[in-house]
């Protein structure tokens, strides 16, 4: 089956960097999209960046500038990078699939705790 295992979540001070990974179980390239989602505390998920297979990125007001999506296909490897993080970041990380076919997965999250 496929699945996303999200990785590199911690905690940061303000200002730092952070680097999340998810693996994928078979070729990313297969997938039509992939995408970052959070869940602040006590909020609803949200989009926070997406990459086509061809490369084509989203980004939301919030980490423009700030959040990075790449991916590396040899690796089956999503990333998100995230720079100057504030404490409104502070969430748990989702990774997210979809492929040609409508189907879509989710990794198991990983926390991201920006406190000073």
């Known amino acids: 089956q496929v699945q996303l295992v999200e990785s590199g979540g911690g905690l940061v001070q303000p200002g730092e960097s952070l680097r999340l990974s998810c693996a994928a179980s078979?070729?990313?390239?297969?997938?039509?999209?992939m995408a970052w989602y959070r869940q602040p505390p006590g909020k609803q998920r949200e989009l926070v960046a997406s990459?086509?297979?061809?490369?084509?990125?989203t980004y939301v007001n919030s980490t423009k500038g700030r959040f990075t999506i790449s991916r590396d296909n040899a690796k089956n490897t999503v990333y998100l990078q995230m720079s100057t993080l504030k404490p409104e970041d502070t969430a748990v990380y989702y990774c997210y699939a979809v492929n040609s076919y409508y189907n879509t997965y989710w990794g198991q999250g990983t926390q991201v705790t920006v406190s000073s």
């Open positions: 990459i086509t297979k061809s490369g084509v990125t």
């Open positions: 078979g070729s990313i390239f297969s997938y039509s999209a």
